[in-house]
């Protein structure tokens, strides 16, 4: 079971935003040494807790601090790209970091209706999301009417992350894929994993690979856990209350707070329904959801305010994963 990492360069209260960028290259290279297999970063535009619009840029910095960890995006939403610029992109990061580089592709749209009007695309069909899939594809493998610079290297892997019909997207392309949020907890889970890998059809040698994503954290007790998943699940309430996904903040800030119910029940709803415990709570349930999708892989993807607390959580991940 190879285990990896996406760090979403989330900002914290009374930090500078951009401290959060330099937060990201520090954990990817303490991933390095602790065995984790990619080190992934991810895009938001306009998002106030969200530090990094530009995986390639921050890619490009983590590749000079590390060796060995695969780098990759977590992904690069495509709607809001043209195919040649996203495939540029990434051939130039393979050849910064040869053999090092993946490319994971998303769908969705910006997160509100005016990030979605600044980046100039408001909706993208199923089947035309699929098309600049396989337009980007065609780059990175020299088969486009217009090369790709620089030319002649390996082209980086394409990973989809599957909301909706992606499942069925890769499957048709013949790509690995990323299941994560409301799809990872669906009750049909393994039998759509199972469609994926029955009608794959295979490119360029390519087979089935299925990565599950998991805002999983891990501490010496289950409350220690459930204290550090608290930040990111309020910041999420907040963000169905506002609109806006709002800088991380200590438990202590959020426990002085005067909640409302609606706000305490959904706050409890999402720590119950987090991936936060002990070694010896968590390891069941994943073993449980491994063996029901047959994965080949788990990308953590935990967050809380505290540095050091993260820091010690990956550790933790690695040595239950591993």
Known sequence: MRYSLLDRSHTRERRPEAAALRDSVERAVAAEPLGYHRFWVAEHHG???????????????????????????????LPNHRPLVVAEQFLMLEALAPGRVDLGIGRSLG????????????????????????????HLEGEAPVTARPAGGS?????????GSGLRTAARLGLAVVIGGPVLLGEDLGERIAAY?????????????VMLSMDLLVAGTDAEARELALPEVW??????????????ESPASIRERALGSRERD??????????????????PRLESLVETTGADEILASGATFDRAALADSDARVAALLG
Request: glycine fraction near 10%; hydrophobic fraction near 40%.
């Open 266 to 283: 959904r706050l409890e709803a999402g720590l119950d329904a987090s991936w936060a415990g002990s070694a010896s709570t968590l390891r």
């Open 235 to 248: 910041a999420m309430v907040r963000s169905r209350e506002t609109g806006a996904f709002p800088p991380l």
């Open 111 to 138: 997160f509100t209706a005016p990030v979605r009007e600044a980046l100039g695309r408001a909706r993208i069909t199923a089947d035309e999301f699929a098309d600049e899939v396989a337009r980007v594809r065609a």
């Open 155 to 163: 082209p980086p892997p394409i990973h989809l992350l599957a909301t």
């Open 197 to 209: 890998r029955r009608e794959f059809r295979p490119h360029a040698g390519s087979v089935p690979h």
């Open 47 to 77: 998002v106030p807790g969200i530090a990094s619009g530009s995986p390639p840029v921050l890619l490009a910095a983590i590749g000079q601090r590390t060796e060995r960890i695969r780098l990759g995006s977590g992904g690069v939403m």
